[in-house]
């Protein structure tokens, strides 16, 4: 027997007014002047017979990997959990400050990231607190489109499915949702806000219930409002989504077939990723490529020139070894219903293709850490795309190569298997 035992836990990880908010473009000066939401950590702690999981979603744009692990290392030794079975994901907000350090992307408060890590503990300590036994039941709903391709600029390749899994407590639910949308609704504003998951979030618990979400593989995906206007939006545009994906979950409660009997598993591997390591006879042609693909973002030149100083400290060594290591790559297991994390953004084709074998899949991004855009093969054909040639130059790396695809599904199929 396999008799499910869940527990729920959050604190508030709100920065104060005055610090610096992450996204939207380089050297912007956000600094939050206003609170349009609290911002959340919030914890479901799985426990049967035999493995416990603790999954953990974060109100922040990103994490880095180091500091990930640093959280999952102190959860680990307070609770005696294999670190693979942790779960540390950022529903990335960019309405939300800066943590992990990004050329122009925000000035990071020190003194609140160093309050992080004690805070996300208190709520894993809350919800070890409260297991109480829980059936449980994964279901799918088809929904009215929150995001579109950006890319693409209409509805291809986007994920239409709003992917619940419910943990049924008597008469209250707690829900684990899983959609694919940048959280960008409000624009780049000086307020802090936690966007569409937050709203979709607080939209369940006035109907009594608690719930936590789980970031898509959303790298090319953005709100249909962007479609309209990519300024000028407001806290109703982004309380719209939620509301849309609350009322979905809450319809999953009356079509989803519960047991209390649950397996749960989790795996974890360090793969490596692809770089694009070009010669140094190209640097300059590469240097004026970047100042030439960022001209519309304010300052970009000044990310450029930081690119530059890094690239040329660890050429030799990336001509050497053109890879990037250490990225956690997790599995988990829970009944019928499987994650697959990856610590940055992959494009929504990546998953589609992996929910053509495993159909019950959640694909989760921004999870235990993040390195950069994952994007697809075809999308390295795009001269200057912004998610294959721009973005990693605030990581301070080469590009991933056009191979990315291809290592990331494998390394997914894998661990997949395994469970």
Known sequence: MNQLRVGFGETKITPPLGTDLAGFGFYLDRRATVIRDNLKASVLYLRNEKTSLCLISLDLLCLSVEFADQIRKIISDEHRLPAENILVACTHTHSGPAVQPLPG???????????????????????????????????????????????????????????????????????????ACHPVTLGPTKEIAADWPGAAVKALETRGHRALVLQGFCGDIDPVSYLNRRMGNLKGDYELCGAIIASRALKSLRYANFTPNVELAAAEERIKLPLSVFSREDLDKETEAALEANRQFPNASRVVKIWRKKIEKIYDDALKNPWLDNVPVQAIKIGQMKLIAFPGEPFCALGLKLMEKWPTLVPVGYANGDVGYFPTTEAYKSPGDYACYCAPKFYGTFNFSPEVESVILEAAAGLLARL
Request: hydrophobic share 45%.
């Open 105 to 179: 992307l925000g000035r990071v408060n020190k003194a609140y990231v160093q309050s992080l890590p004690q805070l996300i503990l208190e709520a894993t300590v809350t919800a070890v607190r409260s297991l109480r036994p829980a059936t449980f039941a994964f279901h799918q709903e088809a929904i009215e489109p929150i995001g579109y391709n950006r890319r693409l600029s209409n509805f291809q390749e986007i994920d239409p499915w709003l992917r619940v899994g419910i943990f049924k407590l008597g008469r209250t639910s707690i829900f684990l949702l899983n959609y």
